[in-house]
């Protein structure tokens, strides 16, 4: 009985406070930077940061709780949106909050805004208060959308009161939704890239592609120059010659190591230049940076994607094509059976990981096949000049290699 009471008087709550919120002003804001409006309460500050999207701070600029929408181009639809929130933007999580990550409930759909989207909760601490980030996406013709509600965990419900309002009055019919809000609304750059904080190794190609006549080309630091390190070495790795476990007792692991860009070369990008990415040469019509280290190219060329270039350690950059990273091929090492005994093979798919033993990777690469394993998505590590270690996880797969 007092269960029912409880869950009565939280309805209740819930109630009085959607009341309270519908009842008060609503202010109709258009974002032309990236073309879409929406309602937001009469009482909160809204800004716009590059690299963020719009930011509608519900009690006080710049604290929790707020909610963020940031439209994608509509060049640049999300292939998997539950892959992208599994493990994308997962490890971009970790990686930013490092110890500090609680943990991630894994995507689902929720019913917001009289609509049905795929989101997902991450949650990490902050001075032992736990916060929840919660990340919806909206797959639309017109240009995907992402939503973002942050508020401190356990007590949601303005962030996703205003988070419903949002949702429910998104449109890109800007001229039917006219033009609104307070004086310090701040439109910069268009575009959030905040979504692209993807891991991901990837492909390499055989740099085909002439350089423009009269300009020089930004080009990854020369594999050929990176010396292969088997004794210790951390490497991207394709497994091929499963077939010959059986009749010649090895297999083969082709190395790779992901292309590295001179930072300063990265960081002066202008329009006109030309950089080769993957093999391919595009030309710089403009570039957006955003907040991590983060350095998006929009190119004059057609391209079916984005391109981001992601500080590393040291005086690099590496580049972020789609959802993989390019990479090139140093090395072939031949992998004599039998495999160490204590040689580890990692299978990680979402969140998560299944240990095989020597003797299990064998029977699954010789029954199953390499197919799914390549240098996108594995990695392998070498200890005191022994394989002992190869991990792979599910994404991203990488390009589509003919």
């Not at 795929?118 to 909206?138: D, H, N, Q």
């Not at 280290?293 to 590496?318: A, N």
């Not at 969140?351 to 003797?359: G, K, N, P, R, S």
Request: glycine share 6%; aromatic share 12%; hydrophobic share 40%.
């Amino acid at each position: 009985m007092k269960r029912l009471i409880c869950a009565v008087l939280t309805l209740m709550l819930v109630f009085l406070v959607h009341a309270t919120l519908a009842a008060s002003d609503l202010t109709d804001f258009v974002c032309s930077e990236e073309s879409f409006a929406t309602k937001v309460p009469g009482n909160a500050t809204v800004q716009y940061e590059a690299g963020t999207g719009l930011q509608i701070y519900i009690e006080k600029p710049g604290y929790i709780p707020y909610v963020i929408i940031s439209r994608r181009p509509d060049d640049m639809q999300f292939n998997n949106p539950q892959n992208y929130l599994n493990n994308v933007f997962r490890e971009y999580m970790e990686d930013k909050y490092g110890s500090n990550m609680i943990g991630t409930n894994p995507a689902k759909s929720w019913e917001i805004g009289g609509k049905t989207l795929i989101g997902a909760r991450y949650k990490y601490s902050v001075s032992g208060t736990t916060v929840c980030l919660f990340r919806l996406i909206e797959v639309r013709e017109d240009g995907d959308v992402e939503y973002t509600a942050k508020f401190i965990d356990g007590d949601d419900t303005k962030a996703l009161d205003v988070l419903d309002i949002a949702v429910r009055n998104y449109t890109t019919d800007i001229i039917s939704a006219g033009v609104g809000g307070p004086d310090d609304l701040i439109l910069v750059d268009p575009h959030d890239s905040s979504d692209f904080f993807d891991n991901a190794p990837a492909p390499h190609a055989d740099f085909p592609a002439p350089e423009p006549a009269g300009s020089a080309v930004i080009e990854p630091v020369d594999a050929a120059n990176r010396e292969v390190n088997t004794t210790d070495g951390i490497y991207w790795a394709n497994v091929t010659d499963e077939d010959k476990i059986m009749n010649g007792g090895y297999f083969t692991l082709k190395l790779y190591v992901q292309d590295l860009y001179n930072e300063s070369q990265i960081e002066s990008l202008q329009a006109g230049d030309a950089v080769r990415v993957n093999g391919e040469i595009f030309t710089v019509k403009s570039t957006v940076s955003h907040e991590d280290g983060f350095i998006e190219l929009y190119p004059e060329e057609d391209f079916d994607g984005y391109i981001v270039f992601k500080k590393e350690s040291g005086p690099f950059y590496t580049a972020l094509v789609n959802d993989w990273t390019p990479c090139a091929h140093i090395d072939d090492y031949k992998v004599m059976m039998p495999l160490a005994n204590n040689f580890a093979y990692s299978w990680i798919s979402g969140e998560d990981a299944e240990i095989y033993d020597a003797d299990a990777f064998v029977d699954l690469i010789v029954n199953d096949g390499t197919e799914y394993i390549n240098q996108y998505n594995t990695m392998v590590q070498f200890d005191n000049g022994l394989v002992m270690l190869i991990m792979h996880t599910d994404y991203p797969y990488g390009p589509e290699i003919d």
